[in-house]
T-cell receptor, first 113, second 117 residues
């Protein structure tokens, strides 16, 4: 059974650019959550999607957005990148909203120069 | 508001030693889940255990054991006879038992465990 797949694994952008990260959940999992991990702030919840709808949102500015497709794959987008957006972005999937045993992917490491 | 504190930033042990990772939490919720996750160098978080606030029984799984004490708001994790493969960052996390927001985990800052030969 394939795990949670995140692409790309590594990317470098410059300030002001935008980035899109992709997440394919475990087959059958319908909920996808996104977390940001930085040395300073640790692991912070970004948002959760289920049935193509955002169900929960963390305390991040509107530059951070996401969406989910009918096949449960999810993308997150960060616009107008800032240096502080450099982080490991982790995607996690679960069977449903509220199923809190999350299976995480290996993450997408974003560096903003 | 919820908070998870892992006061030990880094621990170094020699293989075969026992090691305990501490986790203290704060929450106003009366019902909640506590978790431990392991993050190896590859980056993904690996689920280790979930414990709900109703159940204070300690749990053992192989070399791993967990001690949940509601009276002191602690959920400590012990590795017996540590091995080099246990080297990783370990995170404690908390979420209320609320089906609407249960995927929104509050994580501690993690404890980096280094096991050497």
């Amino acid at each position: 059974k394939a795990g949670v797949t995140q692409t790309p694994r590594y990317l470098i952008k410059t300030r002001g650019q935008q980035v899109t990260l992709s997440c394919s959940p475990i087959s059958g999992h319908r909920s996808v959550s996104w977390y940001q991990q930085t040395p300073g702030q640790g692991l912070q919840f970004l948002f959760e999607y289920f049935s193509e709808t955002q169900r929960n949102k963390g305390n991040f500015p509107g530059r951070f957005s996401g969406r989910q497709f009918s096949n449960s794959r999810s993308e997150m987008n960060v616009s107008t990148l800032e240096l502080g957006d450099s982080a490991l972005y982790l995607c996690a999937s679960s069977l449903r909203v509220g199923a809190n045993v999350l299976t995480f992917g290996a993450g997408s490491r974003l560096t903003v120069l | 508001a919820q908070k998870v504190t892992q006061a030990q930033t880094e621990i170094s042990v020699v293989e075969k030693e026992d090691v305990t990772l501490d986790c203290v939490y704060e929450t106003r919720d009366t019902t909640y889940y506590l978790f431990w996750y392991k993050q190896p160098p590859s980056g993904e978080l690996v689920f280790l255990i979930r414990r709900n606030s109703f159940d204070e029984q300690n749990e053992i799984s192989g070399r791993y054991s967990w001690n949940f004490q509601k009276s002191t708001s602690s959920f400590n994790f012990t590795i017996t006879a540590s091995q080099v493969v246990d080297s990783a960052v370990y995170f404690c996390a908390l979420t209320p038992i609320n089906t609407g927001t249960a995927s929104k985990l509050t994580f501690g800052t993690g404890t980096r465990l280094q096991v050497t030969l």
